[in-house]
């Protein structure tokens, strides 16, 4: 009987079968407005960054479609003159995050599963995940105090006589990349972790057994089981974090910078920022914002298709 009613609501036309499902596209309608009205309705800001906006007190559609149209003046401008630093600040500190962020949760994931102690296990995911929900504001100090010409770093680097004095890290630029790089890590890595953790649940027992018939030691089972096992897992990943390449982030760069270590500290984010809202530059920190969202739209596209092409993995 199920399968007849199927078949019958398959053969209707498409308004039949709209009107036989109104009430679920009408409990459809609340999300479809919230993301037309909050997603969608903001986007029509991007065409300030090809006018000269100024606001007044008209309106703002008054005053965006009464902008003088400027086309790829405030684009031009930008590569004329800080891109060069901007985008090498924001790819150094990318690719060391995800140098280190990334590959950390695998190696958290695979520790903690072969962990038998269930209380040690619990305490150890309970505190790698728990600076995620630590916020930035809170973090930032933590390394600020920590790496203070008076902090713990200091102390333990002239306590091992490494060095006589201590290090400014805060005022040598040389050093910010990695102190970001490393706070990145240490944000995100346990969280990043239970995504891998419930990745390596759902493998099937059996294969363990099995490859420990065949003599298998615990590595060469961590190698030829759990890694393919994470692969599609790792792929998807990877995918978002190359097309998230380009956003640093905004809250710890503009926490823990300072006027000395501005050529080292200023991305893509703070840049935006700092020229967009606090200097009234509006078209010209949105059309910063837009390069870097159509950069990484480009990271993200391609990122699939190669992946897709090795492992036969992608979003979409």
Not at 51 to 64: M, Q
Not at 161 to 179: A, C, H, P, R, V
Not at 185 to 202: E, R
Request: aromatic share 16%; net charge positive.
């Amino acid at each position: 009987m199920r399968k007849t009613k199927r078949a019958f609501v398959h053969k209707k036309s498409f308004g039949e079968r709209l009107w036989y499902q109104r009430y679920l596209l009408l409990m459809l309608i609340p999300a479809l407005v919230w993301v037309i009205l909050i997603c969608y309705a903001p986007m029509t800001g991007l065409y300030m960054a090809f006018t000269n906006y100024t606001p007044s007190t008209k309106g703002y559609f008054h005053d965006l479609l009464g902008a003088p149209f400027v086309g790829l003046d405030w684009f031009q401008y930008f590569f004329t003159n800080d891109f060069k630093i901007v985008m090498r600040n924001t790819l150094a500190t990318s690719a060391l995050t995800l140098l280190f962020s990334f590959p950390a949760p695998i190696l958290i994931a695979l520790c903690l599963n072969e962990v038998k102690n269930t209380r040690i296990k619990k305490f150890v995911q309970n505190a790698s995940y728990l600076p995620y929900f630590i916020s930035w504001v809170i973090a930032a100090n933590i390394f600020l105090t920590l790496l203070s010409s008076g902090g713990v770093i200091n102390d333990m680097l002239k306590f091992l006589n490494i060095t006589d004095e201590s290090i400014l890290f805060f005022q040598k630029g040389k050093y910010f990349w990695w102190i970001i790089a490393i706070a990145n890590t240490w944000k995100v890595m346990g969280y990043n972790a239970i995504i891998y953790l419930a990745a390596i649940s759902g493998i099937d027992q059996q294969q363990y057994e099995a490859a420990k018939v065949d003599g298998a030691n615990r590595l060469q089972q961590i190698w030829h089981i759990t890694m393919p096992a994470l692969r599609p897992t790792i792929c998807i990943l990877l995918i978002l974090a190359i097309g998230g390449i380009l956003n640093t982030g905004f809250e710890q760069q503009l926490l823990l910078q300072n006027d000395a270590i501005l050529s080292y500290s200023d991305v893509l984010d703070t840049y935006a920022y700092r020229y967009g809202m606090k200097n009234g530059m509006y078209s010209y920190g949105t059309a910063v914002g837009l390069f870097k969202s159509v950069v990484s739209f480009i990271l993200v596209i391609g990122a699939n298709a190669i992946t897709k092409k090795v492992n036969d993995e992608s979003l979409f």
